[in-house]
C-alpha cells in the first residue's frame, strides 16, 4: 500500500517579509536621523561656536537662537502697549552673516543625516557578514530533511516491490 502524507516546505529566508521589514527599518533610521538633526541643539552650538566673536557667551547664543514676535496689546484703560514675544526657533535671518549661518546650520543638518543613515547601515551590514541570519544547526536540519525528502522520493519509485517507507523514524524500511 502506498501512504503519501503531506509535508510542507522550509523556506530559506521569510521571502517578502524580509523585503518589507529592510525597508521599514531603512525609513525608521532616516526619520530617526532627521529628529535628531533638527530637533537636538548640538548641531547648531557648534557653527555658532565657530561664528563666535570675542567677548560672547552662551548667552548670546540663547538671544542668538530666539526668534520675537512684536504685537500691540491693549490695556482695560485703552492705552496699548508693544510687548515682544520670544521663542525658541531660528526661523528669519535679517543679516547676511545670519543667512551665511542658516545655510551652514542646513548643510551641516542633512551632512549629519547622511553619515547617521549610512554609519548605521554599514554597521548592520557589518553585524549581517560576521553573523549569519539563519543558525547553524537550522542549516543542518535543512539538508537532513532534504535528503531524507530525497530518499523517499527515491523509495516511492522502488516502492512497487512492496517496501515501504517508516514515517515514524524517518529512515527507508527495507523488507
Known amino acids: ?17 524580509m523585503n518589507i521589514l529592510e525597508v521599514l527599518s531603512r525609513i525608521a533610521v532616516l526619520v530617526n536621523a532627521t529628529l535628531i538633526a533638527f530637533t537636538f541643539d548640538f548641531i547648531p552650538h557648534m557653527i555658532y561656536r565657530r561664528y563666535l566673536k570675542s567677548g560672547e557667551t552662551t548667552q548670546s547664543y540663547v538671544d542668538f537662537m530666539l526668534a520675537s514676535y512684536t ?43 547622511f553619515l547617521f543613515q549610512n ?19 537550522v542549516k543542518e536540519r535543512m539538508v537532513l ?14 516502492d512497487e516491490d ?6 515514524k523514524n524517518l529512515t527507508p524500511n527495507k523488507g
Request: net charge negative; proline share 4%.
Open 1 to 17: 500500500a502506498v501512504v503519501s502524507t503531506q509535508s510542507g516546505h522550509y523556506g530559506r529566508v521569510p521571502g517578502t517579509w
Open 71 to 113: 504685537f500691540e496689546h491693549q490695556n482695560p484703560d485703552g492705552s496699548t502697549v508693544n510687548q515682544t514675544c520670544r521663542y525658541w526657533s531660528y526661523t528669519k535671518p535679517t543679516t547676511a552673516a545670519e543667512s551665511s549661518f542658516w545655510l551652514d546650520l542646513m548643510l551641516h543638518r542633512v551632512l549629519f543625516i
Open 119 to 137: 554609519i548605521i547601515w554599514a554597521v548592520v551590514n557589518v553585524i549581517e557578514l560576521k553573523w549569519a541570519r539563519t543558525p547553524q544547526h
Open 145 to 158: 530533511e532534504e535528503k531524507i525528502a530525497e530518499e523517499w522520493l527515491s523509495d516511492d519509485d522502488d
Open 162 to 167: 512492496g517496501e515501504g517507507v517508516d514515517k
